[in-house]
């Protein structure tokens, strides 16, 4: 009787072992599914990350196009976010550019006549307004904060300063590319300067503010695969020039000379 319990013993401790072994073995396995997981989970993030990096922006760019704009109303302008407010101030810019090009109005005479016909109305209004018993319009005190004026004025400063620093840095020979950039730019803007007046130049870039950045934020995908083909065009076209032209320039001889 004594073996018989002893032996029952036994076979109920090798039960509870071979469960115990069976529940770490699940335990085991649990973990190394999910550790294999989230290894997964990682690569494939890391691989969405490398290929959102590979992607091609046209100049660069990392951020929306609405925050390329400066964000806010002028942005949402641009871009059609409100259609009513988009197309006023395109239409009140062509009503601009037909009374100053078409209609050859002058700023002086338009501003001069806005001002007589706004100071009449505002004066009769003043003056009939105790006749038809109403009470006469009320004028806003108009004070330009000196904060504001000096923003600004700093600002233009900062810029101004930019454009300054970067003129001097292109005008010392350090990068030539740059120089012939700056120069093939100057070219083709005097060309188109001298096709149209200043108004009809501003006009156009105007209309083109208002389209170009809505129709790049529409079709964007089809604009970039366009960009990045040209732009390796344009890289492998300067190559041969840079072969074939610019290095015979002697450019480090005339450096050591006017040092």
């Known amino acids: ?3 018989n319990v002893a032996g029952e013993h036994e ?6 072992e071979s469960v115990k072994d069976k529940i770490s073995e699940t335990f085991h396995k ?37 925050k390329l704009l400066g964000g806010g109303k002028p942005a949402d302008i641009f871009l059609w976010k409100d259609k009513k407010v988009s197309a006023g101030v395109l239409g009140f810019a062509t ?28 004066f009769l209004w003043s003056n009939a307004a105790s006749f038809i018993n109403k009470s006469p319009p009320k004028f806003p005190e108009v004070n330009l904060p000196e904060d504001i004026v000096l923003g600004v004025a700093s600002a233009l400063r900062v810029e101004i300063n930019k454009a300054f620093e970067v003129l001097r840095c292109i005008a010392s ?19 188109v ?4 007046n200043f108004l009809t130049l501003f006009y156009i870039c105007f209309v083109l503010l208002h389209t170009l950045p809505y129709l790049y934020d529409k079709y964007e995908d089809k604009v970039d695969a366009f960009g990045e083909k040209a732009e390796a065009e344009i890289k492998k076209q300067y190559a041969v020039f ?14 050591h000379k006017f040092a």
Do not use: Q
């Open 30 to 66: 649990d973990d190394s599914s999910s550790s294999s997981d989230s290894d997964n989970e990682g690569k494939k993030s890391s691989s969405v990350s490398d290929v959102k990096d590979k992607i091609y922006r046209l100049f660069g760019r990392e951020k929306p196009v609405h």
């Open 173 to 191: 020979g350090k990068d030539l590319k740059k120089f012939l950039g700056v120069v093939a730019g100057l070219w083709v803007l005097s060309i």
């Open 11 to 16: 076979k109920e401790d090798s039960f509870v």
């Open 1 to 3: 009787m004594a073996d």
């Open 95 to 122: 009503l601009i550019w037909v009374l100053f090009e078409l209609v050859e109005y002058h700023l002086l005479t338009l501003v001069c006549h806005t001002l007589i016909l706004a100071l009449a109305v505002l």
């Open 193 to 196: 300067g001298s096709c149209w």
């Open 242 to 255: 840079s072969v074939k032209v610019l290095s015979k320039i002697p450019v480090g001889a005339l450096k």
